[in-house]
């Protein structure tokens, strides 16, 4: 297959990469794009959810409005706030922040609300103020879960940050529609498999701190004395 | 939309452009009939609205002329409807200058009006006329806003070299590298101008860019009826950095004198602003193109 073989050259070539807008200028640009968009939709859904997980109250309609958002296309939204907001990063930036927040707070709600009653009530009884509940009980205990919503969004987002192109001068996606819209499809091709690279590899590292999070909570030697 | 299906229909044009032109000469149409046997004359469209309403005028011209007309309308692109022009099975069809001197002639360099319309007449195949051409067009073009043009005096694209604040070109991003994108900008003109991706092919997102300021040149279609919604101005190109692609008739020799000089009235009076308006009614009020053609044969008394 010459294209597989051409998208190799592309990719393998010191040009690619280095040039005014290359490789390491669009990867720069496209996990800056990814962390700002994470970075927000945390700080918005994960105090939400862990707040509504702690309350253990309006769950189904968290779970119910988290699920419908999932099933916006960030396309339409982005042409839609593109509308709006004009052309830029903001545009992309806010539909992926509405794509990567359901996650997010699906994670945090179900992490806490998961954690076992008699433990808060527990903690509650030897004197735990309700803050301390949530960062010395319930937060450890819900890290899995919590880490793991982190992931899904995180995922969704890398690859859907290609969409920042679509009205910005940014992130791998200009590849995809430049190469896509003048049939150079190794150019294509090679963006293709740099956003996919760097899914797997962000992925992989939230897959190892979720699991040191679960060894954490499931592994935790008892203190002396206690038994 | 149109934008959409036109380019992704230009490329696969393109692409079946070798196979055309390999079989061409030879191919008859589906019907296979070649020259079609009763006296009437058959009025072909592409499957493209604009042209559809202008085939139509065509049509209705004729019909109120007395003389008998077919209607083959939507044969699809280029090079499917091409070889029916050649081989007589459509007598009458509503072209575009640059474009089709490009199918017969790939490597040709002519891009003004008049050199186009010139090297289209010499390289039609025998057995096809081109008809006089028309004011009316359809094709890529700078455009700016009006307040743009009126602050810095701008009405063509010479103009912008004396432009003091630094220009931004936003489409979509073939556009980057393509010859009539900022390269050819500069090398034809001496404008200088960066570039910036918006992938929504000249459409709302593009118009809004304009009006914001965050662009101050984006291409659109000369015809697309968002350039007078939104009252943008198109830059004059007198060193042909677009191809020139006005509406032309083509026809076989089927269509005689008098019927050429029923279609020559109605491509005198169909003037860009015109064509604009029929889009514009077709887009906006979703009207057949034969109520559209009718009435503005009514407005230009060609009915």
Redesign the interface.
């Given at each position: 297959m010459s294209l597989a073989g051409d998208a190799w050259r592309w990719l393998s070539s010191a040009e690619s990469w280095t040039r005014s807008g290359g490789v390491v200028e669009r990867l720069t640009e496209h996990l800056a794009v990814t962390g700002t968009v994470v970075g927000i939709a945390t700080a918005v859904a994960l105090p939400l959810g862990i707040a509504i997980g702690h309350r253990r109250r309006g769950g189904g309609v968290v779970v119910a409005l988290a699920g419908a958002a999932r099933a916006i296309p960030t396309l339409g939204l982005l042409?839609l706030l593109?509308?709006q907001l004009?052309?830029?990063l903001s545009a992309p930036v806010l539909a992926l922040v509405i794509l990567a927040a359901p996650p997010i707070l699906a994670g945090a709600y179900a992490g806490v609300a998961a954690v076992d009653p008699a433990l808060v009530g527990a903690a509650r009884a030897i004197g735990m103020s309700e803050r301390q509940v949530v960062w010395s009980v319930e937060l450890p205990l819900a890290a899995p879960v919590l880490i793991g919503g982190l992931r899904s969004a995180s995922l969704q987002v890398v690859a859907t940050a290609t969409l920042a192109?679509?009205?910005?001068?940014a992130g791998l996606g200009?590849y995809i529609?430049?190469g896509l819209?003048?049939?150079d499809y190794a150019q294509m091709v090679a963006g293709a498999v740099l956003v996919t690279g760097l899914a797997l590899l962000l992925d992989a590292l939230l897959a190892l701190a979720q699991a040191a999070a679960a060894r954490r909570t499931h592994a935790r030697p008892v203190p002396e004395g206690t038994r | 939309m149109n934008h959409l299906v036109r380019t992704s229909t230009l490329g696969a044009g393109l692409a079946a452009l070798a196979l055309a032109a390999s079989a061409c000469g030879s191919s008859d149409s589906l019907e296979g009939s070649g020259e079609s046997d009763s006296g009437a004359i058959v009025v072909g469209s592409q499957d493209y609205y604009s042209n559809e309403i202008v085939a139509e005028a065509y049509a209705q011209a004729l019909e109120a002329a007395g003389v008998e007309v077919e209607r083959d309308f939507r044969i699809g692109q280029r090079e499917v409807y091409v070889a029916d022009i050649e081989d007589g099975s459509v007598d009458l069809f509503p072209e575009y200058t640059g474009p089709l001197l490009q199918y017969w002639v790939p490597d040709t360099e002519a891009r003004l009006a008049d050199d186009v319309y010139a090297a289209l007449q010499d390289a039609a195949p025998e057995g096809v006329q081109v008809l006089a051409q028309s004011e009316a067009t359809d094709q890529d073009s700078y455009v700016v806003t009006r307040a743009f043009s009126e602050k810095y005096g701008v009405t063509s694209i010479e103009d912008l070299a004396d432009v003091p604040v630094p220009l931004t070109l936003g489409g979509n991003s073939e556009g980057e590298n393509r010859p009539n994108g900022p390269q050819g900008l500069e090398a034809a003109y001496g404008v200088q101008v960066d570039f910036t991706p918006i992938e929504d092919g000249g459409g709302p997102l593009t118009v809004k860019a304009l009006q914001d300021d965050s662009i101050q040149l984006a291409i659109i279609y000369t015809a697309d009826p968002s350039i007078a919604q939104n009252d943008l101005v198109v830059l004059d190109d007198p060193r042909g950095l677009f191809l020139a692609s006005h509406v032309v008739p083509v026809a076989s020799d089927k269509v005689d004198a008098d019927a050429r000089a029923t279609i020559d009235a109605v491509s005198a009076a169909l003037s860009a602003e015109d064509l604009v308006a029929l889009n514009e009614r077709s887009v906006t009020e979703q009207s057949p193109a034969a109520d559209i053609a009718r009435d503005w044969l009514a407005e230009e008394g060609l009915d």
């Open positions: 042409t593109g509308l004009g052309i830029g192109a679509y009205t910005a001068d200009r529609f430049t819209k003048s049939r | -």
